[in-house]
């Protein structure tokens, strides 16, 4: 069993930025992939990024690359969601999530999902 809690949001200002946090517990944390997911209101969730656990291989979605970045601690088995230039349009609730599977991590369908942290920016 894996457990993931977010934190980091907030209300911003476009243009500013925030760090996402997550921490991971759990016998088979390691086994998995981790990343984050955002749902705006009325829509869909949407995968973000994702890291494995070694932190060799990572991952970001088109609409964040250059914007985002993803990054991992092991030591404090917390994953992390750095966030620049933030814009209205990134107003979501943020989901951290992990799977054994990348690939179904990547496809929406993880084994475990945190509750969520809400990011506001504001124009």
């Known amino acids: 069993q894996v457990a993931l809690e977010e934190s980091g949001g907030g209300l911003v200002q476009t243009g500013g930025s925030l760090r996402l946090s997550c921490v991971g517990s759990?016998?088979?944390?390691?086994?998995?992939?981790l990343g984050w997911f955002r749902q705006a209101p009325g829509k869909g969730r949407e995968f973000v990024g994702a890291?494995?656990?070694?932190?060799?291989?990572?991952s970001l979605a088109d609409s964040v690359k250059g914007r985002f970045t993803i990054s991992k601690d092991n030591a404090r088995k917390t994953i992390f969601l750095q966030m620049s230039s933030l814009e209205p349009e990134d107003t979501a609730v943020y989901y951290c999530?992990?799977?054994?599977?990348?690939?179904?991590?990547?496809?929406?369908?993880?084994?475990?999902w945190g509750q969520g942290t809400q990011v506001t920016v504001s124009s």
């Open positions: 999530a992990a799977a054994v599977s990348a690939k179904m991590l990547v496809l929406g369908r993880p084994d475990y």
């Open positions: 759990g016998r088979t944390l390691s086994r998995n992939t």
């Open positions: 890291i494995t656990w070694s932190g060799e291989s990572s």
